[in-house]
């Protein structure tokens, strides 16, 4: 009976010494393909950066398109807001400096 609680105790440590020899071969495979995957990606990102990017429409087209819509939906909203919502009779007596001129006298008080 005591030889066979020895036994177990010893088959128990041998197990527990197997586990703890096992435990940081396991964690180094871990880190190993963390530090893979870490490297893999690095070199992808580099590739990209690497390639570059060729822009279809330069920068400077982009904001001379950007004022060019802005100024069209301005003359835009101005003439259905004086022609269509206003009392105005035509929509295109919104380009008329007449009418910004009296409008501007008004303003001023004149």
Same mark, same amino acid.
């Given at each position: 009976? /005591? ?6 105790? #010893?088959?128990? %440590?041998? %197990?527990? !010494?197997? !586990? #703890?020899?096992?435990? @940081? ?18 070199? !992808? !990102? ?5 390639? *570059?990017?060729? +822009?279809?429409? @330069?920068?400077?087209? +982009? ?8 100024? *069209?939906?301005?003359?835009?909203? &101005? ?10 009779? =035509?929509?295109? =007596?919104? &380009? =008329?400096? /007449?009418?910004?001129? *009296?409008?501007? =006298?008004?303003? +001023?008080?004149?």
């Amino acid at each position: 009976m /005591q030889q066979e609680a020895v036994e177990e105790k #010893q088959e128990q %440590q041998e %197990q527990h !010494e197997e !586990e #703890q020899e096992k435990k @940081p071969q396991k964690e180094g495979k871990k880190s190993k393909k963390r530090k893979e995957v870490k490297e893999e990606k690095k070199e !992808e !990102e580099f590739k990209h950066k690497r390639k *570059g990017f060729i +822009r279809i429409f @330069p920068v400077w087209l +982009r904001v001379i398109v950007i004022l060019a819509l802005t100024v *069209g939906a301005l003359v835009a909203g &101005l003439m259905v807001g004086y022609g269509v919502l206003g009392e105005g009779d =035509d929509m295109n =007596d919104v &380009l =008329d400096r /007449q009418l910004w001129e *009296g409008i501007y =006298d008004y303003m +001023r008080g004149e």
